[in-house]
């Protein structure tokens, strides 16, 4: 699967953005698929994942802030960023998977496809 993350930009703190990411190659209806982000200096870090059950995990520092949601007919998928913060700056992937156990959602090995990133920075 080949994945095309855009949407990311400057925005003010308080700000909202919203990231989209095109799959092509496979479809991901039967997919696994999540957002991860690294902030500078920092390493790769969870953010939201969302199963083919339609079942959805958040890391708790965007809980009640982020969305993820997907367009399994349109091979898209997408994270709604609202309520924005400084420390939400970073450079954001998306990623496949198979069928992920719930234990595993948040782990980067769990996932075999990513895209190339799309940089987030919010200003305060």
């Known amino acids: 699967v080949q994945l095309q993350a855009s949407g990311g930009g400057l925005v003010q703190a308080g700000g909202s953005l919203r990231l989209s990411c095109a799959a092509s190659?496979?479809?991901?209806?039967?997919?696994?698929t999540a957002w991860f982000r690294q902030p500078p200096g920092k390493e790769r870090e969870f953010v939201a994942a969302?199963?083919?059950?339609?079942?959805?995990v958040y890391a708790d520092s965007v809980k009640g802030r982020f969305t993820i949601s997907r367009d399994v007919a349109k091979n898209l998928m997408y994270l709604q960023m609202d309520s924005l913060k400084p420390e939400d700056t970073a450079v954001y992937y998306c990623?496949?998977?198979?069928?992920?156990?719930?234990?595993?959602?948040?782990?980067?090995?769990?996932?075999?496809?990513w895209g190339q990133g799309t940089l987030v920075t919010v200003s305060s």
């Open positions: 990623a496949v998977g198979g069928g992920v156990i719930q234990s595993a959602l948040s782990l980067m090995r769990s996932y075999n496809d």
């Open positions: 969302i199963r083919w059950t339609n079942v959805k």
């Open positions: 190659g496979r479809a991901f209806s039967q997919s696994t």
